[in-house]
Structures are given as C-alpha cells and as structure tokens.
C-alpha cells in the first residue's frame, strides 16, 4: 500500500489534508479527504473513494476523484502507476486474486 499527502485547493481552507494511494490488497486507489481537526481531536474524514475492491482501477478515475478537492501533480500520478504495477506483481497480491476468485 502507497500513500501520499497533497495539499488541498485554496478554496478549501476548511480541509486539513487531502490522501491519495494504492492499495494493492483491495486493487485500487483511494482518496481520503480530511477536515480540520478541532483541539484534541484527529482530523474527521470528510470524503473516502477507493474502500471497495477495484473501486478505483485508472489514473485517470483517481484524477477525477481527486479534482474537487486538490492537484494531482503528473510526478505523483507516474509514481502511483508505479505504485500499482509494483503491487499487482507481488505475492501478496496473487495470492489475494485467488482468495477473491474463491469466494
């Protein structure tokens, strides 16, 4: 699993964080948008995509899950692609397709 932070639009003073990654268990990406936490408390969640199995399978379905709240840069969109490639390879991954096929 990959994750980055991005720093929110302007216009979105009232988040605190906006997450994006690979989850290579689930096969797919994810953004989590965080609202500013309030004194003592974490950060609520706010907006959560790619929590379902293959919710999330393209660049381009990450982007526009991304666009409302802030900037994927093409650096990090490259290093996602990465990220997926990577993760859809590994042990870990064959073996949860087979377990999903299963089931």
Same mark, same amino acid.
């Given at each position: 699993?990959? %994750?980055?932070? @991005?720093?929110?639009? *302007?216009?979105?003073?009232?988040?605190? $964080?906006?997450?994006?990654?690979?989850? =290579?268990?689930?096969?797919?990406?994810?953004?989590?948008?965080?609202?500013?936490?309030?004194?003592?408390?974490?950060?609520?969640? %706010?907006?959560? @995509?790619?929590?379902? *199995?293959?919710?999330?399978?393209?660049? $381009?379905?990450?982007?526009?899950?991304? =666009?409302?709240?802030?900037?994927?840069?093409?650096?990090?969109?490259?290093?996602?692609?990465?990220?997926?490639?990577?993760?859809?390879?590994?042990?870990?991954?064959?073996?949860?397709?087979?377990?999903?096929?299963?089931?």
């Amino acid at each position: 699993m990959s %994750r980055y932070s @991005l720093k929110p639009l *302007p216009e979105h003073s009232d988040l605190f $964080e906006v997450a994006v990654g690979w989850d =290579s268990g689930l096969g797919t990406f994810f953004v989590m948008v965080f609202g500013a936490a309030d004194a003592g408390h974490d950060p609520d969640v %706010r907006h959560w @995509l790619g929590g379902q *199995p293959r919710q999330i399978v393209t660049i $381009e379905e990450l982007q526009a899950a991304v =666009s409302p709240y802030a900037e994927l840069p093409m650096e990090l969109a490259k290093r996602l692609s990465i990220d997926q490639r990577d993760g859809d390879a590994g042990p870990s991954r064959r073996l949860s397709r087979l377990i999903s096929r299963l089931l």
